[in-house]
């Protein structure tokens, strides 16, 4: 039988108050992020041309739910199983993977205006991103290295460190907001329209004038 996915399968002990406390603030720093990434729906509406809209879509969805894990995943943390040793693997594996977000935030945001993410409109979910990535990768390891440091909560050597299906499902959405922004930067621009310039504002009263001028020239002339 499978284990639920919204709970480690093993038997974890209640973390120290400290990495509780810790672990609540970063649930609640992934709740704000997810709840701030929705100002990109509205952002987008004019700024992003029409042939961009499913690969902006694509990456909204995909930072929604990476967030919206991250701060969930954290939050059942803070309720149990902080830093034991069984969980160090998964630990190590969400950190790696929102650690991989975070630096590919930094690299769009490091592009600026040459960046599509940003021509596109979504000024707002880079940041978010390099915010929450950096945040929830060096709480996991700092919560791997207590749990690790802690030789009262050691567990047997034969033990596996196996995801579980919340732990999993952060890993495909972290891979998916990567190849979401990747497929968005490459993007080619989309053509530009020259519209034709403007004529003065006295060019066509100076031409009304002139026409009946030249008009009696030429024909003074024969």
Not at 37 to 51: H, K, N
Request: aromatic share 6%; with cysteine.
């Amino acid at each position: 039988m499978h284990a639920p996915w919204n709970r480690p399968n093993r038997k974890e002990a209640a973390p120290p108050r400290a990495s509780r406390v810790r672990c609540q603030v970063v649930a609640a720093l992934g709740g704000l992020a997810a709840i701030c990434a929705q100002v990109g729906w509205w952002a987008t509406l004019d700024a992003t041309p029409p042939q961009w809209w499913p690969y902006v879509a694509g990456l909204l969805l995909a930072s929604t739910a990476w967030l919206a894990l991250g701060a969930w995943h954290h939050a059942l943390l803070a309720r149990g199983g902080c830093g034991t040793p069984a969980a160090l693997g998964c630990l190590v594996r969400c950190g790696a993977a929102d650690l991989a977000v975070g630096v590919m935030g930094g690299a769009v945001l490091a592009r600026g205006a040459d960046s599509r993410v940003l021509a596109a409109g979504l000024w707002i979910v880079p940041p978010l991103l390099v915010m929450f990535g950096v945040v929830s990768a060096v709480h996991l390891m700092l919560l791997g290295w207590d749990g690790s440091a802690d030789r009262s909560l050691a567990a047997p050597a034969a033990e596996p460190s196996s995801p579980t299906y919340l732990e999993r499902w952060r890993s495909v959405t972290a891979l998916l907001v990567i190849l979401a922004l990747g497929a968005l930067a490459t993007r080619p621009l989309p053509a530009e329209h020259h519209p034709p310039e403007p004529r003065p504002a006295g060019s066509a009263a100076s031409a009304a004038l002139l026409t009946p001028a030249a008009e009696l020239i030429v024909r003074s002339g024969n």
